[in-house]
């Protein structure tokens, strides 16, 4: 009789958060595993929570639960702390400093001794080309690699990835999905993505929030290949995305 296969630890795990924002809460009581392999998707419609849950686990907004990273209790630390700790994060507005040039942007998110400058420049040669040029004259989409590739210099156990897609032209999202399915191979990825192209390209399995609470999980396939699953819980078609 052969032995079951054990499951490989999640890389986080999160336990009833709740979060709020300047008093109103904005999350309920949000429950989810992140494999330590692969990307992990989190959709659900406007306002539902998902940005906010991204950055509930790193302590930007106030909150309350458990947040384990690779077996750690993490919800009493503070942001820089959690970030030490190897959270890397691209945040839904990029948040570059637009008066500082690309270098100079990548430079300042280098923590490690030996940044991983050669896969990131690999990853974005046009940022290479670009390296004296002031971040805010970028492009959006420019703009969103310099956010991706300052997660990417350094040697995180996790990356949390909101809205890399957002706002951006078809030809860039190809990139930045590019880029992130490359990253994946190394890292493992939380992203929240309302491109679902893009989550059935990338994502192995998915959370669906709701309301502030997770109301379903499985692969994301599972869910994107069922239609009436999707228009209900994303009130999309997954078939208009395919």
Do not use: C, W
């Amino acid at each position: 009789m052969s032995t079951p296969a054990t499951l490989p630890d999640p890389i986080l795990t999160v336990t009833h958060l709740s979060a709020s924002i300047a008093g109103q809460q904005v999350v309920e009581d949000v429950t989810f595993q992140v494999p330590p392999t692969g990307i992990t998707a989190v959709l659900g419609r406007n306002g539902v929570g998902k940005t906010s849950t991204i950055r509930g686990i790193l302590g930007l907004i106030s909150r309350r639960g458990d947040i384990v990273l690779a077996g750690e209790r993490i919800d009493g630390l503070q942001t820089h702390q959690i970030v030490q700790r190897g959270v890397g994060y691209v945040p839904e507005d990029r948040e570059v400093f637009a008066g500082l040039t690309v270098a100079e942007n990548l430079s300042l998110a280098e923590r490690d001794k030996n940044p991983r400058r050669e896969f990131v420049a690999e990853l974005f040669p046009d940022l290479v080309k670009r390296r004296g040029q002031l971040a805010g004259t970028l492009s959006g989409g420019q703009q969103q690699m310099v956010s991706v590739a300052r997660a990417l210099l350094n040697e995180n156990r996790i990356l949390l990835v909101d809205e890399p897609t957002k706002g951006l032209a078809p030809k860039i999202v190809a990139e930045v999905a590019d880029a992130l399915e490359e990253a994946s191979k190394i890292v493992p990825i939380l992203l929240v993505e309302q491109n679902l192209e893009v989550v059935r390209r990338l994502a192995d399995d998915a959370i669906v929030i709701a309301s502030g609470r997770v109301v379903h999980t499985g692969t994301a396939r599972e869910i994107l290949d069922d239609v009436a699953l999707t228009t209900r819980l994303l009130g999309v078609s997954a078939e208009a995305h395919a």
